[in-house]
């Protein structure tokens, strides 16, 4: 993981650095809309003037278009630079084409055919766009998570531990579902190449050949539904916790206002606020699947760019 992050960073460091500045303000800004909510509900309760909740729906306006804005142009900027990163790969292929299909021996050029058409159409194309977001997308999301729970904690902290410790099974389940997804992947990937070579064998042999590829397209299928069972049973789970979580504030945070010792509008920001963690734990979890996919294919490209030699 190391070496393809510090190979990103080598190529593309420049483009990077403004890609995290621009995520570290969004994530420092997440938070505000929800102090801007709390008193605005505060207000209400309070019955507070029209001129002040007028202010405070603007102040919430202003910075909630501000926070869109700066995505939109993170989104715009990272996507733009994956592009440029894609068709690096895709040139650098092709220009070492003859020597990647010649690297099983002089004889298997046109058998490696399937394989180099795979890299070049579809890994280079993975990997290059992941490149764009390496950084500032699981940044933004992180950042976000810490500002928001840390707001949480601040202004309420029997209700921000109680979010956080509904939020530690998910820190321990993917990565060990992940790990078991890492490797089906890297299988399905190979399987899918020696199809891919396969198909390209058949053209020479007609039928013979194009039977011997049908098995791996199989394979491919079966190893695919077993990642499905995993990454859509673990996000049931996930679900299952974040409606405990969901139920749990406004349990807890309904007696608190009961009883006198909190106001309606933590409630309320925390109920918003939960959302805006849910979102990018959501965020995380896909990029770090996201992450150890590519990785797989980013090495297994390594290597044939690597074997040429």
């Not at 950042?143 to 840390?150: N, R």
């Not at 491919?220 to 049931?236: C, D, E, H, P």
């Not at 007696?255 to 006198?260: A, H, K, S």
């Not at 996201?290 to 074997?307: C, G, N, Y």
């Amino acid at each position: 993981m190391l070496h393809f992050y510090r190979h990103i960073w080598s190529t593309t460091g420049r483009q990077q650095f403004l890609l995290v500045a621009l995520a570290v303000v969004i994530s420092l800004l997440s938070m505000v809309p929800l102090e801007f909510q709390r008193h605005i509900i505060n207000g209400l309760a309070g019955r507070d003037t029209v001129t002040n909740l007028a202010l405070l729906c603007g102040g919430y306006l202003a910075v909630s278009l501000c926070v869109s804005a700066l995505k939109w142009i993170l989104n715009l900027r990272s996507n733009a630079l994956g592009e440029d990163c894609v068709r690096t790969i895709r040139d650098d292929l092709f220009d070492n084409r003859i020597a990647i299909a010649r690297s099983g021996g002089a004889d298997s050029q046109q058998g490696k055919a399937g394989t180099l058409l795979t890299m070049i159409s579809s890994e280079a194309e993975k990997v290059g766009r992941f490149t764009g977001e390496a950084f500032s997308g699981p940044l933004v999301e992180a950042g976000t998570l810490v500002s928001v729970l840390g707001y949480m904690l601040f202004t309420e902290p029997a209700l921000g531990l109680i979010v956080l410790v509904l939020a530690i099974p998910q820190v321990i389940l993917v990565p060990m579902v992940q790990k078991k997804i890492n490797l089906l992947t890297t299988e399905r990937v190979k399987t899918l190449r020696a199809a891919n070579d396969m198909v390209v064998e058949s053209l020479r042999e007609g039928e013979d050949g194009a039977l011997q590829a049908k098995p791996f397209f199989a394979t491919v299928m079966n190893l695919q539904i077993g990642v499905y069972r995993l990454k859509f049973g673990s996000r049931a789970l996930i679900n299952g916790a974040n409606s405990l979580a969901i139920a749990t504030i406004l349990l807890a945070g309904g007696w608190m206002v009961l009883e006198g010792k909190t106001e309606i509008g933590i409630v309320v920001a925390f109920l918003s606020g939960f959302d805006k963690i849910v979102d990018p734990s959501r965020q995380l979890i896909a990029f770090f699947r996201s992450v150890s996919s590519i990785r797989v294919q980013f090495e297994l490209i390594t290597e044939a760019m690597a074997a040429k030699a």
